[in-house]
């Protein structure tokens, strides 16, 4: 790191590190915070990074313009390495360019998944699921609203341990943990996230009503949910800012809006 200290800056949240179609002459390295890769054309959220991740690989190729835009959405200290540098520590460092390739290509795997999913086609249910198909959602009036969000409405939530992003497209939002018993699938299933099995089936909800979201944490819910630390009574609507932090358990979800 001390050969890394003069390249150091210091960003706040919400400062553009550079936008799409910027010149791109430097390698940047995440030493603290987080930032949000985003697509301009269409605006598409893609994947966060965080400590010890790359982004910036476009200065490797001659006279290439920026890709994506990237975003701060937590105070970061982030190493910007010019590309002359970068080239002078690669060939002496194979090791160096060893982790910068292995990164590189775990930031892309993330980004292809989100745009895997945001192209995939609604497959319609046409009767008896295979043997071989996981358990689907099985619906409830009172549990699952299929009501969906005006087209110009666009809200997230970021889930910080994965750094998985998804995109709420209904009026409400179930998240949880599916049931492998009755076969229930939360609107935002966290199941993959929560290994420690802490988070409740139906723990809590999103709610967009009357131009503002919300948070509820629902009936039966245990381990508690709480919005930028305070703690939420159940069945009570709690407004949600762009930037909120909601806290199931031990997982933290990063709204945005």
Do not use: W
């Amino acid at each position: 790191m001390d050969g890394f200290k003069k390249f150091i800056t210091s960003y706040k949240n919400g400062d553009m590190v550079y936008k799409t179609g910027d010149d791109q002459s430097a390698f940047f390295i995440i030493n603290k915070g987080r930032v949000l890769v985003r697509s301009a054309n269409p605006p598409r959220e893609l994947t966060v990074l965080g400590k010890g991740d790359f982004f910036g690989e476009e200065s490797l190729k001659d006279d290439q313009k920026a890709i994506f835009n990237i975003e701060v959405i937590e105070d970061a200290d982030i190493i910007r390495i010019p590309y002359a540098d970068l080239v002078e520590m690669m060939k002496k460092s194979p090791d160096i360019s060893y982790k910068i390739l292995k990164k590189l290509a775990d930031k892309q795997n993330r980004i292809m998944e989100t745009l895997l999913k945001l192209s995939a086609p609604v497959v319609q249910n046409t009767g008896k699921p295979s043997q071989a198909e996981e358990p689907q959602q099985i619906s409830k009036p009172d549990e699952i609203t299929s009501e969906k969000l005006e087209a110009g409405i666009k809200a997230y939530l970021i889930i910080q341990r994965s750094n998985r992003i998804v995109q709420l497209i209904k009026a409400k939002t179930t998240i949880g943990r599916r049931d492998y018993t009755t076969g229930f699938v939360p609107d935002v299933d966290l199941t993959k996230e929560d290994e420690e099995k802490y988070i409740s089936r139906k723990h809590a909800s999103v709610i967009y009503s009357e131009g503002k979201f919300y948070v509820m944490e629902e009936t039966g819910a245990i381990n508690g949910t709480f919005k930028n630390g305070n703690k939420l009574e159940t069945g009570v609507k709690y407004e949600l800012n762009n930037e909120d932090e909601i806290t199931m358990c031990h997982l933290n979800l990063a709204f945005r809006f």
